[in-house]
């Protein structure tokens, strides 16, 4: 059997961060809200040369560095940052190629909101399958859509924990340790335009009046009807994938050793970690970093790791769920192989 494993991650965080206690403040509302409620005690933003794939091409620098291998060794570089970006209309994939000396590679980049890493590593995964002459796969890339939050728009109020960095991971083909295994992934239209910055694109071009109204933010166009409707289904599917990623994978949810999950409020955190069986201890909650868009599971892994959270044999399940919307999770069994 064809064998994938993580080589080594990366992952880079701003030296700039903003308490919840300053979120709260910003937002007019009790600092208790902010940090117990949102699980927000602290943040990562980006200082004045955080761009967004210079972030993932300082992570990446660090997965490479990590691993101990050629930047000339990388067959394909794989974009898992954001398209909020140093320019738009711009292959953020192939600047982090050429920066990272990844020179006799072939780089594209892949987008699906803050689900991009799982669905990415599926993509990778697939590729190195397909393709003999793909043996090292880089994925790296940076996050910061904390650039369009409003605090004083209560609407996006759940986006409040939005942050800044960077990640990247490094996989290889016959590579028989940290394998890589089973994607699961559920994309639901019916949710598509419900959070969207307004103006910048085809539909509102952005204009003076536009910035003036605050339309080149993110906003929510029907924020009861989307919390009526979304509310129930996400938790469904966000456990509808762990267990569906487990199962292809050859495991079940009683196998599970450690769940890396984005951070979202701390009741629903909670709720996860009950439905699967988990204790506090087989997860990280990440109230002191925020939510780092498809970062958060490279950042769970490796605080994870040097907690010693995961050894060698555990089952670590990679869970995002993005904007549009989309739930995924990939499996991965931690350690030397068999």
């Known amino acids: ?18 308490t919840g206690k ?16 949102m699980g927000i005690r602290k943040k990562h933003i980006p200082g004045p040369d955080d761009h967004t794939c210079e972030m993932g091409i300082t992570a990446a620098k660090k997965a490479i560095a990590k691993a101990g291998i050629d930047p000339l060794e990388i067959d394909l570089v794989i974009y898992i940052g954001e398209e909020h970006k140093e320019y738009p209309l711009w292959t953020a994939g192939i600047k982090l190629q050429e920066e990272v000396g990844a020179l006799n590679a072939w780089a594209f980049d ?8 799982v669905m990415a590593l599926k993509v990778a995964k697939s590729l190195m399958i397909a393709d003999p002459g793909i043996r090292t796969v880089l994925l790296a890339g940076g996050y910061r859509n904390v650039d369009f939050i409003d605090y004083e728009n209560p609407r996006t109020r759940f986006m409040f924990n939005l942050g800044a960095g960077g990640g990247a991971l490094l996989l290889r083909k016959g590579h028989n340790e940290n394998l890589l295994l089973e994607t699961e992934l559920i ?3 019916s949710f598509s335009e419900d959070v969207v910055v307004v103006s910048g694109g085809t539909k509102n071009p952005i204009s003076v009046e536009a910035i003036e109204q605050r339309l080149n933010k993110l906003d929510v166009l029907d924020p009861e009807g989307m919390k009526q409707r979304l509310e129930q289904k996400s938790m469904d599917n966000f456990l ?8 292809k994978s050859g495991y079940s949810e009683a196998d599970l050793s450690y769940l890396a999950i984005l951070h979202m409020k701390k009741s629903a955190h909670e709720y996860v970690l009950k439905e699967l069986g988990l204790s506090e201890e087989q997860s990280i909650y990440l109230e002191d970093y925020g939510h780092i868009g498809q ?9 994870a790791l040097k907690e010693g959270k995961i050894k060698n044999g555990d089952v670590v399940v990679f869970v995002s769920a993005g904007i549009g919307y989309a739930w995924g999770a990939t499996t991965i069994k931690w350690g030397k192989g068999d």
């Open 295 to 303: 970062i958060d599971q490279i950042l769970s892994l490796e605080l």
């Open 240 to 247: 509808k994938v762990i267990r569906e990623s487990l199962r």
């Open 110 to 117: 892949v987008a699906l909101r803050c689900g991009t890493t």
């Open 22 to 37: 300053e979120i709260a403040e910003l937002a007019g509302i009790p600092a208790p809200v902010v940090e117990k409620k």
């Open 1 to 18: 059997m064809l064998q994938i494993g993580i080589l080594s991650t990366g992952i880079y965080l701003p030296e700039e961060f903003l």
């Open 187 to 189: 994309t639901d239209g």
